[in-house]
């Protein structure tokens, strides 16, 4: 367990959208980076990562029209993800 203050502070962080959570379950130093997961594929996802969204990542979404960006980003949010940085 990682406390969202201390994950915040380490990273120099600004929260765009509070955590319910004082504390996340990250028990890896890895990332993932979801542009995969973006285009369809989950059968290796990294959900129990912290998720990293760069440009890459935002610019396939600007690329998608209104309905695909939300059908992707309902699908990827179904899963239990700690926390994403963009």
Known sequence: ???????EHALKLTTLS?????EWDI?????????MQFC???EFFAFE???VI???????LEEQNESSRKE????YFSH???CVVI
């Open 1 to 7: 367990m990682i406390s969202v203050r201390d994950f």
């Open 18 to 22: 509070p955590s319910t959570k004082t």
């Open 27 to 35: 028990r890896t130093p890895d990332l993932n980076r979801p542009g």
């Open 40 to 42: 369809g594929f989950y």
């Open 49 to 51: 990562r912290p998720q």
């Open 54 to 60: 760069g440009k890459a990542e935002m610019a396939y």
């Open 72 to 75: 992707i980003l309902e699908r």
């Open 80 to 82: 239990p993800i700690p």
